[in-house]
């Protein structure tokens, strides 16, 4: 018989790695979010999610419940409610027939989400958690087949009213319906996705790059400077071996890693040119840890599938966060300006701003089209206008 008692824990990570911990509430019996009580100390761990750990028989029974307290504090009320029902159920002579062949709308966004982990997609992964967090908390449905046209304009119409721009919003209509492929759920019942201006692609600033090399850890500033002077994917960044950095044709290698389950996008192998002051920098991060396969990997020379979050953690600290966008409004704080494909883009208007030409710049992005850099062209900033327009002889 299942026990009624239902739990909610925080399970987040520590120094000693990741713990599941009993959520704290507040004098307003509101959980009191990232913090837990350890020998009755309040400790604050702000990386983590909501899990609900209910028993059968002597077995515990976890499930996620996001990362939004309300919603976490729905489904352990939820999840109480339906284990007493069911406890009570034979005493009083009731069969309780599990539903079969229904999709479950929780338990596809958390395989979702899990989808994303295991591909070491951590930037996707938080992505999918808010996204399928805030349309579950919209739409409260159980199941799948429930989801109408609309409770899409719903979601579409939550979103606008917490400040979220077309483009944004449109973002969320491409998940979802990434989402809903995933779950196999119907997607003729989605609308046409909201229109936007096709903005250029974002890049940081020459003081936002001089701001966030100066906060950086060793670590850390050379990720950023992988990043920004090779124009390097997540992925390949988290992959990148000592034998990829090919020192006497001064060019770093991208290349598939099936030991580690990761290959290249379009699987096709790229030599990236590379300047003698990282070349200068690797050699002597290599003489400091000599006996490591990844470049920047953890602790134990494995992936480091936290990149991002320490990026933007850094930049908290740094005090960099723009504070309005999403991010910044969570309980992390965790701004969304601040990622590691921007120093990709960066990379990108960077060659092409100084010269060099698209096809060239394509070559060392690895992009399958030339439309894809095409989009990274972009006008010359205002004093370099200036000078080729001062320069101009008119008559």
Not at 172 to 178: E, F, V
Not at 238 to 248: A, N, P, S
Request: with cysteine.
């Amino acid at each position: 018989m299942a026990n009624a008692k239902v739990a909610l824990l925080w399970y987040c990570k520590t120094e000693k790695g990741w713990r599941r911990f009993p959520v704290v509430l507040g004098k307003n019996n509101r959980v009191k979010p990232g913090f837990v009580l350890v020998d009755g100390v309040l400790v604050s761990y702000p990386e983590g999610r909501y899990e609900t750990r209910s028993y059968q028989g002597s077995k515990a029974i976890y499930k996620r419940a996001g990362t939004n307290a309300a919603d976490a504090l729905a489904a352990r009320d939820r999840e109480v409610s339906l284990l007493r029902v069911k406890d009570a159920a034979p005493s009083a002579g009731v069969q309780i027939i599990e539903e079969t062949g229904r999709v479950y709308l929780r338990r596809a966004a958390n395989e979702f989400v899990k989808d994303a982990e295991q591909r070491q997609a951590m930037e996707a992964m938080m992505k999918n958690q808010l996204l399928t967090d805030e349309f579950i908390g919209v739409t409260r449905l159980t199941f799948a087949d429930e989801v109408t046209r609309e409770d899409v304009f719903r979601f579409y119409k939550g979103l606008r009213e917490r400040g979220c721009g077309d483009r944004t919003v449109a973002n969320n209509a491409a998940r979802l319906k990434s989402f809903f492929r995933f779950a196999k759920m119907d997607l003729s019942i989605l609308p046409p996705a909201p229109k936007y201006d096709d903005k250029l692609p974002t890049i940081y600033t020459p003081d936002e790059l001089r701001a966030i090399l100066a906060a950086a850890d060793p670590h850390m500033r050379l990720v950023i400077e992988l990043g920004l002077t090779l124009g390097l994917r997540d992925q390949e960044l988290m992959h990148l071996e000592w034998v990829d950095v090919q020192r006497e044709s001064n060019v770093v290698r991208v290349t598939s890693k099936p030991e580690w389950g990761f290959r290249i996008k379009d699987s096709e192998e790229r030599d990236i040119p590379t300047s003698a002051e990282l070349l200068a920098r690797l050699k002597a991060w290599r003489e400091q840890y000599p006996n490591t396969r990844l470049v920047v990997g953890t602790k134990t020379d494995r992936p480091d599938g936290k990149l991002l979050r320490t990026l933007k953690r850094l930049a908290k600290r740094a005090g960099l966060n723009c504070g309005v966008c999403e991010g910044c409004r969570t309980t992390l704080g965790e701004c969304q300006r601040w990622t590691l494909h921007k120093f990709r883009r960066t990379y990108a208007t960077t060659l092409l701003r100084n010269g060099v030409d698209l096809a060239t710049v394509q070559k060392y992005m690895g992009h399958s089209d030339l439309a894809s850099t095409m989009r990274y062209l972009r006008g010359a900033t205002g004093a370099e206008s200036q000078a080729k327009i001062n320069a101009i002889k008119w008559y």
